[in-house]
C-alpha cells in the first residue's frame, strides 16, 4: 500500500522527471527523449537481422509507458483492494470456503472475478491515460496527438483542437464499449439490455 499511495500522490509530470533522472542520467539504460525508431519497423529490423533496432525502440518505449502506467497502477490496486476486501466478506465466499476450495482457487475464480465488474475506475483510467499522455509526450518529447493539441492550442488552430479532442473522445467512447462487452463474458450475471 505503500507504492500505492507514492503512486496517487506523485503527479505523472514528476514521475516521468524522477525516471528520466533515475534510468537515464544515473543508470544511462534507456535513452532520456524522442521516439525513436516507429515499433512496428524496428520489429520488422529485428525479424530481417537487426534486434539492435528492437531494443533501442523498446528503451525510448520504456520511460513513457512506465510513467503512465504507474499512476494508474497505483489508483487501480488500491481500489481493487479495498473491492476485494469487501468482496471476501461476503457470502458466496464463505459458502464456497465451507465446502472446502482452496483459498486462492476462490480468490481468483469467484471473488476476483466478481470484483472486477464492480469498479468503475477502470473505465476513467483509460481516460486518465489519455489525459497523462499529453504531459508525457512533452516531457519525453514525443510526437504525437498530445503534442498535436498543444500545438494547435499554441497557435489558435480550432479545427485541429476539434478534430483532436473528438479523436480522444471517439477512442474513449470505443475502449468503453469494449469494456463493457468484456464485463459480459467475464460476470455472466451481466448482460445487455
Known amino acids: 500500500m505503500m507504492f500505492a499511495q507514492l ?8 514521475l516521468g522527471i ?3 533522472y533515475v534510468f537515464r542520467v544515473e543508470l544511462r539504460w534507456v535513452p532520456s527523449i524522442g521516439r525513436g525508431e516507429a515499433l512496428p519497423l524496428a520489429l520488422w529490423a529485428a525479424l530481417t537481422g537487426s534486434p539492435q533496432v528492437l531494443l533501442t525502440a523498446l528503451g525510448h518505449l520504456a520511460m513513457p509507458a512506465l510513467t503512465l502506467g504507474l499512476a494508474n497502477a497505483a489508483v487501480i490496486s488500491r481500489l481493487v483492494r479495498a473491492s476485494m476486501l469487501e468482496v471476501l466478506s461476503s457470502d458466496f465466499v464463505r459458502t464456497a470456503r465451507a465446502k472446502g476450495m482452496r483459498r486462492g482457487r476462490v480468490v481468483y475464480r469467484h471473488a476476483l472475478r466478481t470484483q472486477c465488474c464492480r469498479s468503475s475506475h477502470d473505465r476513467l483510467a483509460f481516460g486518465a491515460l489519455l489525459s497523462g499522455a499529453v504531459l508525457t509526450e512533452g516531457i519525453f518529447g514525443w510526437p504525437g496527438l498530445g503534442q498535436l493539441a498543444v500545438n494547435a492550442i499554441s497557435q489558435r488552430d480550432i479545427p485541429l483542437v476539434q478534430g483532436v479532442i473528438l479523436t480522444f473522445a471517439l477512442v474513449f467512447a470505443v475502449v468503453n464499449l469494449a469494456v463493457d462487452l468484456l464485463y459480459c463474458v ?4 451481466v448482460r445487455l439490455g
Open 7 to 14: 503512486g496517487v500522490s506523485m503527479p505523472v509530470f514528476w
Open 18 to 20: 524522477l525516471l528520466m
Open 186 to 189: 467475464i460476470d455472466p450475471r
